[in-house]
Antibody
Framework: EVQLVESGGGLVQPGGSLRLSCAASGFTFSSYDMHWVRQATGKGLEWVSAIGTAGDTYYPGSVKGRFTISRENAKNSLYLQMNSLRAEDTAVYYC?????????????WGQGTLVTVSS | AIRMTQSPSSLSASTGDRVTITCRAS??????LAWYQQKPGKAPKLLIY???TLQSGVPSRFSGSGSGTDFTLTISCLQSEDFATYYCQQYYSYPLSFGGGTKVEIK
């Protein structure tokens, strides 16, 4: 059974940093592109970052230069390092797996971890 | 960046109704479109990918169509468990993007 379990969320002050983790199981982690998607309370979904099987990374303009996605295949783990956090980064952060290695539809999602940026 | 626009943003319907949600891309995305269902407090669930391919385990009352810039999600006979928010997503190019969502409520 495919499982994705996020951790590392919490309360952080504006300008602070946080590192999210996503533990994957039930599939060959190294063979799949992985993503982070976030959702502010009562709002829609926003794609945050992606990492390919070769380690290539992608970000939208809203987080580029502040967030860094990485993976550790030996540990079946995905990470999101978030620096210079802003109030607008407050959201539930989901890790998600793409259905195939060459497309971007998400067939499995974690349960999410809440990040709150507030003083 | 490709902008995805869904309509309507919300709708009220009754069990048994046929429901159609539309999604428009700001530029052509071929068939690189997915639809998701999300219930409160839960992660999204993939319903349809490649614009019209039903994800395994998803009831056949869900269907998708379209290509290029205009897409639709149809629920042929609304069931009680279908009341939720639906999102489209393009994966034609980075940055990936979602529509604003359509909340399907009970009339």
């Amino acid at each position: 059974e495919v499982q994705l379990v996020e951790s590392g969320g919490g309360l952080v002050q504006p300008g602070g940093s946080l590192r999210l983790s996503c533990a994957a199981s039930g599939f060959t982690f190294s063979s799949y592109d992985m993503h982070w998607v976030r959702q502010a309370t009562g709002k829609g979904l926003e794609w945050v970052s992606a990492i390919g099987t070769a380690g290539d990374t992608y970000y939208p303009g809203s987080v580029k230069g502040r967030f860094t996605i990485s993976r550790e295949n030996a540990k079946n783990s995905l990470y999101l390092q978030m620096n210079s956090l802003r109030a607008e980064d407050t959201a539930v952060y989901y890790c998600a797996r793409t259905k195939t290695s060459s497309t971007g539809e998400f067939d499995y999602w974690g349960q999410g971890t809440l990040v709150t940026v507030s003083s | 960046a490709i902008r995805m626009t869904q309509s309507p943003s919300s709708l009220s319907a009754s069990t048994g109704d046929r429901v159609t949600i539309t999604c428009r891309a700001s530029q052509g995305i071929s068939s690189y479109l997915a639809w998701y269902q999300q219930k409160p407090g839960k992660a999204p669930k993939l319903l349809i990918y490649a614009a019209s391919t039903l994800q395994s385990g998803v009831p056949s009352r869900f269907s998708g169509s379209g290509s290029g810039t205009d897409f639709t999600l149809t629920i042929s006979c609304l069931q009680s468990e279908d009341f939720a928010t639906y999102y489209c997503q393009q994966y034609y190019s980075y940055p990936l993007s979602f529509g604003g969502g359509t909340k399907v409520e009970i009339k």
